[in-house]
């Protein structure tokens, strides 16, 4: 753990100095020699590294180079058999997909959406963030029009979540109910068909 620490630190004093080359040779060493160490914490010290660049690089412009970041530890972790990491891949995804509807492309952060839920759906330690990804969805949906769309959406969150056990998991439904409950019910023609 000290030596992917003291890793860590180096590359991030070669991206201070601007030296972006040296700094990547750094990381790679690091995903070398430790991307599959057996300590839990070394996983999650490494994924919460290299997610934090990303976000780096995305805040900086680096769009390209972020999303290959995120791509390459999604796909070295993705299927960790580690709650703690996955956790922290989950919670990225979500940063994810608020950073994508920022940059204005909803249809983006719903696919990433629903591919938190794909995954990690199943995974009742990750439910708390689950959850949060489909009303997400569900708010992206209503915004575009897409009403019934974004209701399914809602109810799949009831259906499935309403009654966790979980504390967190049941915080979260309840936000997702409120946004539910604040979204404008859809336009209903009254005229009567002849």
């Known amino acids: ?20 080359a040296q700094e990547k040779a750094v990381l790679e060493e690091i995903l070398r020699r430790f991307g599959k160490d057996e300590s839990v914490n070394v996983r999650v010290r490494i994924v919460r590294a290299f997610l ?4 780096t690089l995305a ?13 390459d530890i999604l796909r070295r972790y993705g299927e960790d058999d580690s709650d703690l990491v996955l956790r922290q891949i989950t ?9 994508l509807e920022k940059q204005g492309k909803p249809e983006a952060a719903i696919v990433l959406y629903e591919e938190i839920d794909r995954r ?20 992206l949906l209503d ?4 009403g019934a769309e974004a209701r399914a959406v809602f109810e799949t969150i009831d259906r499935r979540f309403g ?30 068909a002849p």
């Open 1 to 20: 753990q000290q030596l992917v620490t003291a890793l860590l630190f180096k590359g991030n004093t070669l991206e201070a100095l601007g030296r972006s």
């Open 52 to 55: 934090a660049k990303a976000m």
């Open 59 to 71: 805040q900086q412009g680096r769009e390209a180079e972020a999303v290959a970041i995120q791509e």
């Open 91 to 99: 919670e990225a995804l979500l940063d994810k997909g608020a950073f």
């Open 120 to 139: 990690y759906g199943e995974n009742d330690r990750l439910r708390p963030w689950v959850v949060p990804a489909l009303s997400a969805k569900a708010a």
């Open 143 to 146: 915004k575009q029009g897409r």
């Open 163 to 192: 009654a966790d056990e979980s504390p967190a998991v049941r915080e979260e439904v309840a936000r997702a109910r409120h946004l539910r409950a604040a979204a404008p019910e859809p336009r209903q023609d009254n005229k009567e």
